[in-house]
């Protein structure tokens, strides 16, 4: 990563944690983490700082622009330019098709979709700054899911949503590929995180893979790491499908 600054939008615990942690290791020096569970985001950030490196972290309420925008540039008033945006925050709930509430379809839509929406605005106007071009400017990459690709009756809500964030992947990456900002998605399949282990479906989801087993969040994170660093100085716009076999696309 090349002592570059990284923030992780959901990067207090699981995906986003491993995925920072990964960072720290291939060479980030500065690491901003947004989340909305502060205990978990002290802890989070203690641990990196373990690590050596300088962490700053925010609170916010991302599915709001002015309280995203907000939590994004107290991040850059300690931590200075951002090199990396990743969006790791969503909300992964399971209701049958036929019984899915307003509610739910708004909260669902106001984080994975809007969520995503506001931290990308935010982390393109400030990259915005420092167009150097031909030389890569920024990177962003947003966390999907092969549920985009799928039939998922059990949590077609979140389907959705991860489907809408593979649309705005493309969309930013045209708009944003004048000022050399690279914008990609990474789509795993379901992973072993605590959640999963706790909610009793990772058998199911071991069962469904060609491998035999879910993938480990640190799989995962490698994927991440790889299309936010200097490694990817020229895909843009792509979705990059990490799921075992379990959907080819």
């Known amino acids: 990563m090349n002592h570059q600054t990284v923030v992780i939008v959901g990067g207090a615990s699981g995906l986003g944690l491993e995925t920072a942690k990964l960072m720290v290791k291939r060479g980030s020096s500065r690491i901003g983490l947004i989340d909305r569970n502060e205990q978990q985001l002290a802890v989070a950030a203690e641990s990196l700082r373990g690590l ?41 709930p399971r209701k049958d098709i036929f019984e899915i509430t307003d509610d739910e379809w708004d909260l669902e839509n106001a984080v994975n979709i809007k969520g995503t929406y506001h931290m990308m605005v935010a982390a393109v106007r400030h990259m915005q700054q420092y167009v150097a071009a031909p030389a890569v400017t920024g990177r962003i990459v947003n966390v999907t899911s092969v549920d985009a690709f799928k039939a998922h009756p059990q949590n077609a809500h979140y389907a959705a949503t991860k489907a809408a964030v593979v649309s705005l992947t493309k969309s930013f990456a045209q708009a944003c590929a004048k000022d050399q900002i690279l914008v990609n998605s990474v789509a795993p399949a379901g992973f072993a995180t605590e959640r999963a282990k706790q909610l009793g479906f990772l058998g199911e989801l071991s069962a469904a893979n060609p491998l035999g087993r879910a993938a480990e969040p640190a799989e995962i994170a490698e994927w991440i790491v790889m299309m936010g660093s200097s490694r990817n100085s020229y895909a843009t716009g792509e979705n990059v499908i990490v799921s075992g076999g379990y959907i080819y696309a």
């Open 52 to 92: 050596g490196i300088e962490v700053a972290t925010a609170i916010g309420d991302i599915s709001r622009r002015e309280s995203a925008h907000a939590s994004f540039q107290g991040i850059v008033d300690v931590l200075g330019r951002v090199h990396c945006l990743v969006n790791s925050a969503a909300i992964y």
